[in-house]
Structures are given as structure tokens and as C-alpha cells.
């Protein structure tokens, strides 16, 4: 009975030893986006790239560019209007706010239709 006690402690000790020299989560990456610029790459990629983005843009900017990645390198809040590629470029816009120096991705490929400077109303930027 001791011994099987001794055995059942010494999981979570081995457990904790692996969890403890297991890398660290690194911080979402700019990629090979400018500072001062906010991107926009086609295509799903984890840490630093060298893929060519779809969209670079210092100013406001509208069009259409295939987007899967985003990153925000400047430092004002962006309004980030898309529709999902599954929808057509036709398909419901929305709407997303990126906070300066934050990016993410799209669960599925969007167009990125229009890019402008938010207007700071009080609300967060998630």
C-alpha cells in the first residue's frame, strides 16, 4: 500500500518536471510587417515569415485583399472591415477593432475590405 501511495506522488511530480521545461508561449508576431504599417497576409503562419503580405497600408485603405493573418504595427486602433470568403465578396461586412502593436487571425480566409483610423469614443479595442 505505501509503495503504490509513493508511486501515485510521484505523477504529479513528473508531471510538473515535463510542464517546467516545456517552451514558453511566445507573444503574437509582427511577422515581416513594417512598424508604422498595418498588414494583412493570405495565409495561416505562426512566428516570423517571410511570406509577402496581401496588404500593407500606413493610411486609410479600401479594396479587397485575401486575408488570414493581421497585425496592426502602428500606433492607432484600426477599424478592420471583412466578409468571409465562403460568403463571396458580396457577403455581410463586419466589423473588428485592433488595437495598436496587437494582431490575430481569422479562423477561415476573409477579404479585408477597409482599413481606417479608429475614432477614440471611450469603448475597448479587444
Known amino acids: ?20 521545461s516545456a517552451p514558453a508561449a511566445s507573444a503574437w508576431a509582427p511577422g515581416n510587417c513594417q512598424t508604422g504599417t ?10 516570423d515569415t517571410d511570406m509577402q503580405p496581401s496588404l500593407v497600408t500606413d493610411r486609410k485603405w479600401s479594396g479587397s485583399a485575401v486575408g488570414h493573418i493581421f497585425y496592426n504595427y502602428t500606433s492607432q486602433d484600426v477599424t478592420m472591415t471583412y466578409v468571409v470568403i465562403a460568403e463571396g465578396e458580396q457577403g455581410p461586412a463586419r466589423t473588428a ?30
Request: overall charge negative.
Open 1 to 20: 500500500m505505501r509503495l503504490r501511495s509513493l508511486a501515485l506522488a510521484a505523477i504529479p511530480a513528473a508531471f510538473l518536471g515535463v510542464m517546467a
Open 38 to 47: 498595418f498588414c494583412v497576409w493570405p495565409e495561416y503562419w505562426y512566428g
Open 97 to 126: 477593432c485592433v488595437s495598436s502593436n496587437h494582431g490575430s487571425y481569422f479562423t477561415q480566409p476573409m477579404y479585408v475590405t477597409d482599413i481606417a483610423w479608429r475614432e477614440d469614443d471611450g469603448s475597448p479595442c479587444w
